[in-house]
């Protein structure tokens, strides 16, 4: 490969929790082992080289006053989006920046809904959707996934409507690719989904942070695409932050297409005064989006790939009584526990425990709303995979 995705970078010191903080209460390193970050979502690779020349070239002028988004920053993204996923027709005008997908969200949330008023959310759920909807008081209904014979993740359509209907609900939040799930949802199932949205006439968030992150044999569907309704109500976010790890600079952005959702969710977000774009963030992104950083995510998706067929894999053949479905996006992992712990007299809290003491520093899954899962980051060197798969066999699962 021409970019490298092998080396193990040593972190500590240099602004990451995801290597200094153990995030699980009482939970410690035992001595002789190493640590290896498998929560936070974030990437133990160094991001692409034409970001880190793009960066340093401004940073080679030294002044750095108040400005205005380039033509270069809105070419970048509209090439981007019709290179990788075959967006046709974005303009200018329908890019926004925000300052993260959650912030659009706050925002979306505080245009069009009322505090009390329920949404719709998928569970498994990412966390920060619950933190941010309850932190704005709202009122979270779910609708759960459910596995098919395969083992493959489904949204349940019917009661998607049975529950917007009974709630009166008339705003949905659609994560595609699914986080944590990893399911990358077909154009079929996204359109069956925004037809369930259309019906009860409901506004929905589309977050597709994971978007450029698919694993082989499998193709991301942008939500706004499905149909011409769909482009309609939907507003998307998108950012180079999670695909080049570039969490730290801060930078998402939304594409809106109906000006009426657009001007509502602009005015929201302009109103802390703070939303605002950094410099450095938009150069960033610039140099993510050439040529030669799509170049690197295909090699990073391949790595990714081959990481989630060794784990998937791994625990498969040698983890009895753990059950998962294999990714097709995102570089997450979402472990369901039941059985092991139910057959070995355990609790999830002494699981996670054992985890991160011998070095595998692991997520809770229970506050995504499965009460027996854990999430697996894969976005390590192979080489640390393979030693956190061998961990927990010998310790853990398996001691």
């Known amino acids: ?35 290896i970050p498998m929560w936070v979502a974030d990437m133990n690779y160094a991001t692409a080289p034409s970001i880190q020349k793009e960066v340093a070239e401004r940073l080679a002028h030294p002044a750095f006053g108040y400005f205005n988004p380039s033509d270069a920053y809105y070419d970048s993204i509209i090439n981007w989006q019709a290179d990788r996923h075959g967006v046709e027709g974005l303009t200018r005008e329908a890019i926004g920046y925000e300052n993260g997908v959650l912030g659009c969200v706050a925002s979306a949330v505080q245009a069009f809904t009322a505090p009390g008023e329920p949404l719709l959310l998928h569970s498994p759920t990412y966390v920060g959707f619950t933190g941010t909807l309850e932190g704005n008081g ?93 482009r309609n109500r939907t507003i998307a976010v998108y950012a180079p932050t999670k695909t080049f790890n570039l969490a730290g600079l801060i930078g998402s952005y939304h594409i809106i297409y109906n000006p009426y959702l657009r001007d509502r969710v602009r005015k929201q977000s302009s109103l802390s005064h703070y939303n605002s774009m950094n410099v450095l963030s938009m150069h960033a992104l610039i140099g993510a989006y050439r040529p030669e950083g799509a170049e690197w995510v295909d090699e990073l998706c391949k790595v990714l790939t081959e990481n989630v067929d060794y784990a998937y894999r791994y625990i498969r053949e040698h983890f009895d009584g753990v059950e998962l479905a294999k990714p097709e996006g995102t570089y997450m992992l979402y472990l369901d526990c ?32 499965r009460p027996y899962a854990i999430r697996v980051n894969l976005a390590v060197p192979h080489s640390l995979v393979v030693e956190a798969m061998d961990r927990l066999d010998k310790y853990v699962f398996n001691k």
């Open 1 to 35: 490969m021409k970019y490298d995705f092998t080396s193990i970078i040593d972190r500590k010191g240099k602004d990451a929790i995801a290597v200094d903080l153990i995030p699980f209460p009482d939970a410690q390193v035992a001595e002789g082992f190493s640590k």
């Open 138 to 230: 709202r009122r979270i209904i779910l609708s759960d996934l459910k596995r098919d014979e395969q083992g493959v993740w489904r949204m349940d359509y019917e009661d998607m409507d049975r529950k917007i209907k009974e709630h009166h609900i008339h705003f949905a939040i659609f994560c595609s690719p699914h986080n944590p799930s990893g399911r990358v949802w077909e154009k079929e199932e996204i359109r069956a989904a925004m037809e369930v949205y259309a019906q009860n006439d409901c506004v929905v968030v589309s977050d597709e942070i994971w978007s450029d992150l698919i694993l082989d044999g499998h193709t991301h569907i942008p939500t706004q695409s499905v149909s011409e309704d769909a």
């Open 338 to 369: 039941e059985k092991w712990c139910k057959a070995h007299n355990t609790d999830m809290d002494e699981l996670i425990r054992s985890g991160i003491g011998v070095g595998v520093i692991w997520q809770d899954g229970r506050p995504f709303h």
